[in-house]
């Protein structure tokens, strides 16, 4: 069901399939899923999405690019550690507030190649972000038809949410995260009528340390 037009939300697509402004999250995703380096924000009203699409993408998401050059990290030559598939995805989220700014993402491991790219999204929390990257992965490959290759996660919340079937998040509903938890929904909902059968695996982060999608913010 559609949202109310006086809730109504546009999208911003500056890297995707077909940049533009969409009025519905479904079409924006047709542009964003599976896109490498996807960049696309949501805003309130037609007006404030025009003027951000005139400009440059860096201007919206500057809060997030300042937060990872403050913590970002040497690469990591993961071919030079034992036992992690480097056949995999590793995918993982990241929240500045708790709730606040999040978003989520998965790489290649071999080579730290971003697959996908989701956020920022208002009110969210680290373990509904790193959650929606376990369901993106397993609801991308399984549009792919690809059933084997490996799923890191470094999450034990989201690897549990993921077994039982459902998230099972106590965030309080509010206007800010009404975005957030529709897609929420839509993941659990997916979650319902599918089972993922790609190994994930948990990542061993004591022994490897951080998995290769991590926003480099702690």
């Known amino acids: 069901m559609s949202a109310p037009s006086s809730k109504r939300k546009y999208y911003v697509v500056w890297e995707g399939r077909a940049p533009g ?3 519905s999250w479904e079409e924006c995703q047709e542009q964003i899923n599976g896109f490498p380096g ?3 924000r949501s805003f309130s009203n037609q007006d404030e999405a025009t003027r951000a699409f005139r400009g440059r993408p860096e201007e919206h998401m500057a809060f997030l690019r300042k937060l990872g050059e403050q913590h970002r990290r040497a690469a990591v030559d993961y071919t030079q550690i034992p036992g992690i598939r480097l056949d995999a995805v590793a995918v993982d989220g990241a929240c500045s507030k708790n709730p606040g700014p999040m978003e989520y993402r998965g790489v290649r491991v071999a080579d ?3 697959i996908f790219h989701v956020g920022p999204l208002q009110g969210g929390t680290n373990n509904i972000g790193e959650y929606l990257a376990l369901i993106h992965i397993c609801a991308l490959f399984d ?8 799923i890191y996660s470094d999450s034990r919340t989201a690897l549990s949410w993921l077994k039982r079937g459902h998230s099972n998040t106590k965030i309080t509903p509010t206007e800010e995260n009404a975005e957030l938890l529709r897609i929420l929904a839509r ?3 997916w979650l319902a009528t599918h089972r993922p059968v790609n190994p994930i695996l948990k990542w061993d982060t004591e022994a490897w ?3 290769p999608a ?5």
């Open 143 to 150: 549009k792919r038809g690809d059933r084997t290759t490996p």
């Open 112 to 114: 730290g190649v971003e």
């Open 187 to 189: 993941a659990d909902a």
């Open 209 to 211: 340390g951080e998995i």
């Open 38 to 40: 996807a960049k696309y």
């Open 214 to 218: 991590d926003f480099g913010r702690k």
């Open 21 to 23: 402004i969409y009025d």
